[in-house]
């Protein structure tokens, strides 16, 4: 189970790591090598454990990544585009449409994030305010009173 | 005692710390020769808190015979309002970094579009004297110097890189270094990290007045409890004497602290958008 940060922040890195993949599709590259480079050459400003899920594990191919993505990537609502790929690549489709799709897709859901955190973040804070800062308020203003009236 | 935590501890603090605020000022501002927040500064720290912790060991010596007071409290609120203002310099130093950074990058998308090549491109622009990306090409002006001494410019765009703290900016310029390396074109490159950029920026400009008027609100509350408190005690002295003797004060008031710290907390986490 995410936490709703870690859900942000892993779907900020897949939307760089899929405009990574994409810039080097549209150059001509094959989408294993980009896939590889784009690690290589981003992967140090990404969440490191995001770096590990994307790699390629025990020397499997790019076929097998996909397909443990789809099964297994932490955020279930992704797994689709891993899904899509993975039957795309096998079929040997282009991939540059699928993986801008892809980015621009959760770039949007990303953006819709942001505005909602920000139309609720008011809401909420105001919520914890009540919930922690007026008991003690409350706690020290009537704690003395009621010992004088009699309550031990 | 009142005379004595003055003289010793808050005078000799103010008078060190208004002459380190106006040189770290100047310190942070000048990205070009050196990173903020180097050496340069690290040392201005030490000799504050120093020089702040000998003065309050001098005046409490004079004046009270006790020197090793003031020494302890000449050095606790420098030790502290250091660290606050020196925070406080470096993030509004990056902000400025980064808002400069989009000025700069598009005229350099503007310079690549009319045919000159990166490095060409990049030189030209951190040399030129225009006040608007002053901030980010001295950032880049620190990393690109070494490729007059032999550096390549790819390893050059990796330090500078690392010396950024906006992620969208840190990718960037991670993309645009793989591009040139691989002899991918730089333009689209460019023009995605610019839009992300800009996003990025707005997003965070957005979540960060969100979180000012969320910290005043927190400064209000958290100080809420203690005033109410201190009214009563003030007003009804009899009534917080029996409250002070009786079982019950230590517990209540460390039920209203971490309370306070668990609502501050939980506040910190909620204003955090990733």
Request: hydrophobic content about 50%; charged content about 15%; aromatic content about 10%.
């Given at each position: 189970?995410?936490?709703?940060?870690?859900?942000?922040?892993?779907?900020?890195?897949?939307?760089?790591?899929?405009?990574?993949?994409?810039?080097?599709?549209?150059?001509?590259?094959d989408l294993a090598y980009?896939?590889?480079?784009?690690?290589?050459?981003?992967?140090?400003?990404?969440?490191?454990?995001?770096?590990?899920?994307?790699?390629?594990?025990?020397?499997?191919?790019?076929?097998?990544?996909?397909?443990?993505?789809?099964?297994?990537?932490?955020?279930?609502?992704?797994?689709?585009?891993?899904?899509?790929?993975?039957?795309?690549?096998?079929?040997?489709?282009?991939?540059?449409?699928?993986?801008?799709?892809?980015?621009?897709?959760?770039?949007?859901?990303?953006?819709?994030?942001?505005?909602?955190?920000?139309?609720?973040?008011?809401?909420?804070?105001?919520?914890?305010?009540?919930?922690?800062?007026?008991?003690?308020?409350?706690?020290?203003?009537?704690?003395?009173?009621?010992?004088?009236?009699?309550?031990? | 005692?009142?005379?004595?935590?003055?003289?010793?501890?808050?005078?000799?603090?103010?008078?060190?710390?208004?002459?380190?605020?106006?040189?770290?000022?100047?310190?942070?501002?000048?990205?070009?020769?050196?990173?903020?927040?180097?050496?340069?500064?690290?040392?201005?720290?030490?000799?504050?808190?120093?020089?702040?912790?000998?003065?309050?060991?001098?005046?409490?010596?004079?004046?009270?015979?006790?020197?090793?007071f003031g020494l302890v409290?000449?050095?606790?609120?420098?030790?502290?309002?250091?660290?606050?203002?020196?925070?406080?310099?470096?993030?509004?130093?990056?902000?400025?970094?980064?808002?400069?950074?989009?000025?700069?990058?598009?005229?350099?998308?503007?310079?690549?579009?009319?045919?000159?090549?990166?490095?060409?491109?990049?030189?030209?622009?951190?040399?030129?004297?225009?006040?608007?990306?002053?901030?980010?090409?001295?950032?880049?002006?620190?990393?690109?110097?070494?490729?007059?001494?032999?550096?390549?410019?790819?390893?050059?765009?990796?330090?500078?890189?690392?010396?950024?703290?906006?992620?969208?900016?840190?990718?960037?310029?991670?993309?645009?270094?793989?591009?040139?390396?691989?002899?991918?074109?730089?333009?689209?490159?460019?023009?995605?990290?610019?839009?992300?950029?800009?996003?990025?920026?707005?997003?965070?400009?957005?979540?960060?007045?969100?979180?000012?008027?969320?910290?005043?609100?927190?400064a209000i509350a958290v100080?809420?409890?203690?005033?109410?408190?201190?009214?009563?005690?003030?007003?009804?002295?009899?009534?917080?004497?029996?409250?002070?003797?009786?079982?019950?004060?230590?517990?209540?008031?460390?039920?209203?602290?971490?309370?306070?710290?668990?609502?501050?907390?939980?506040?910190?986490?909620?204003?955090?958008?990733?």
């Amino acid at each position: 189970m995410l936490l709703l940060t870690e859900k942000r922040r892993l779907r900020a890195d897949l939307i760089h790591f899929f405009e990574g993949v994409a810039i080097h599709i549209h150059c001509g590259y094959d989408l294993a090598y980009a896939w590889n480079e784009v690690l290589r050459g981003v992967g140090q400003v990404m969440a490191p454990a995001f770096v590990t899920l994307m790699l390629f594990q025990d020397g499997g191919t790019l076929a097998d990544t996909l397909n443990r993505l789809s099964n297994s990537y932490p955020d279930p609502s992704h797994r689709l585009w891993f899904t899509i790929l993975a039957q795309l690549y096998m079929q040997g489709a282009g991939m540059s449409e699928a993986v801008t799709a892809a980015a621009e897709t959760l770039d949007r859901e990303q953006a819709r994030d942001l505005d909602n955190h920000c139309r609720t973040l008011p809401g909420r804070l105001n919520l914890r305010i009540l919930l922690f800062f007026l008991p003690p308020t409350l706690l020290l203003l009537f704690c003395p009173l009621l010992l004088e009236w009699g309550f031990e | 005692m009142i005379g004595f935590v003055l003289a010793g501890g808050i005078l000799p603090f103010l008078i060190c710390w208004g002459i380190s605020y106006s040189l770290k000022r100047r310190i942070t501002s000048s990205t070009r020769h050196g990173r903020p927040g180097g050496p340069q500064l690290v040392s201005l720290q030490c000799s504050l808190i120093l020089a702040s912790a000998l003065l309050g060991a001098i005046i409490a010596g004079y004046l009270w015979g006790r020197p090793i007071f003031g020494l302890v409290l000449g050095a606790i609120p420098s030790l502290c309002g250091e660290r606050a203002s020196s925070l406080w310099l470096f993030q509004r130093n990056h902000r400025k970094v980064e808002e400069a950074s989009v000025g700069f990058l598009t005229a350099l998308q503007g310079l690549l579009k009319s045919g000159i090549g990166l490095s060409s491109a990049l030189f030209q622009l951190v040399e030129s004297p225009q006040s608007t990306w002053a901030p980010f090409a001295g950032l880049l002006d620190a990393s690109l110097i070494r490729f007059h001494s032999g550096t390549s410019l790819s390893a050059c765009l990796t330090r500078a890189r690392d010396r950024t703290s906006l992620p969208g900016l840190r990718l960037g310029l991670g993309l645009v270094q793989m591009a040139y390396c691989q002899g991918l074109p730089i333009l689209p490159i460019l023009g995605r990290t610019l839009e992300w950029l800009e996003r990025d920026l707005a997003a965070r400009a957005r979540i960060r007045d969100l979180a000012r008027a969320a910290w005043a609100q927190l400064a209000i509350a958290v100080s809420l409890p203690w005033i109410v408190f201190t009214t009563l005690a003030y007003f009804e002295p009899g009534l917080w004497r029996h409250f002070r003797e009786s079982t019950q004060f230590w517990p209540v008031v460390a039920l209203a602290l971490s309370l306070e710290i668990v609502g501050a907390y939980s506040i910190r986490r909620c204003a955090c958008f990733c």
